[in-house]
């Protein structure tokens, strides 16, 4: 069964670090997401991407924030200079084209960790 | 009021019980509703998804949604100490993104 996957599975930093999140959609999706979750929170939205553009963002995604879809599989998410409180899971999911279905399939997340 | 609540446990039932976890919501805006499933420090799992009020069974799971009420809940029948984990609903309006519970934790005991 198609699944999404994400490297590395955790990533230690430095506080003013730059990291880059990877993430493998599933084949044929076309809707990407980044989510966050920090230890004991709930699960935030932070950045929907679709046709090579972000298609919304949340408070949370500032100018620290980048995504890229740089070739036709991989979708990657970069922390430009880390901070502290950017310490949390971060879950990519995907989902398909089918009209009326917004079921987004996540993958098992990268756990950042800020020292 | 927080625009989605979810008691967050946890929930300790014997192996077989039937659980019922629930979710609560404000924004009366929202129409697709969705249960995952978390194990500890992995990705949220789909469960179950549904658009409309009413019950919608897959095997030993059910969910259940009134919209008039903006509650939502997943019924477990038969519960095995492998669905230890913890729950998120999550939910949201036409071209919207999700807005996630806090979720329950969930523990079956044999």
């Known amino acids: 069964e198609p699944e999404v996957t994400q490297t590395p599975s955790h990533q230690v930093t430095q506080m003013g670090q730059e990291v880059i999140l990877r993430c493998v959609p599933i084949?044929?999706?076309?809707?990407f997401y980044w989510y966050r979750q920090i230890l004991g929170q709930k699960v935030e939205f932070l950045v929907s991407f679709y046709n090579n553009e972000i298609s919304e963002k949340s408070e949370i995604f500032d100018d620290q924030f980048s995504v890229e879809r740089p070739d036709g599989s991989n979708f990657t998410l970069k922390i430009r200079s880390t901070k502290l409180e950017d310490s949390a899971m971060y879950f990519c999911a995907s989902r398909g084209a089918v009209m009326g279905d917004d079921t987004q399939y996540f993958g098992p997340g990268t756990r950042l960790t800020v020292l | 009021q927080k625009e989605v609540e979810q008691d967050p446990g946890p929930l300790s039932v014997p192996e077989g019980a039937i659980v019922s976890l629930n979710c609560t919501y404000s924004n009366s805006a929202f129409q697709y509703f969705m249960w995952y499933r978390q194990y500890s420090r992995k990705g949220p799992e789909l469960l179950m998804y549904t658009y409309s009020s009413g019950n919608k069974e897959d095997g030993r799971f059910t969910a259940q949604v009134d919209k008039s009420s903006k509650y939502i809940s997943l019924f477990i029948r038969d519960s095995q100490p492998s669905d230890s984990a913890t729950y998120l609903c999550a939910m949201k309006g036409y071209g919207q993104n999700f807005v996630f519970g806090p979720g329950t934790r969930l523990s079956v005991l044999p």
């Open positions: 084949s044929n999706h076309l809707y």
